[in-house]
């Protein structure tokens, strides 16, 4: 979450409240630039690769956990 709230400080104060099967990006009004640079940090802060294609597939927490372990 601390990846998230870096890259998109405007969320920092809400994303504890939402559920993890709630779509961050439509929730918070993120944009393609949002994604991509929150995509970026959660692979260079995990070491696992996430690819461009599966971008658009990762919208929750519970998505993003998924797909990093």
Do not use: K
């Amino acid at each position: 979450m601390s990846v998230i709230t870096a890259t998109a400080p405007d969320v920092a104060d809400d994303i504890a409240t939402i559920g993890d099967d709630v779509d961050l990006f439509e929730e918070f009004g993120l944009d393609s630039m949002d994604r991509m640079n929150i995509m970026t940090s959660l692979s260079e802060s995990t070491g696992v690769t996430i690819p461009d294609e599966q971008y658009p597939r990762l919208n929750t927490m519970n998505d993003l956990i998924g797909h990093l372990s």
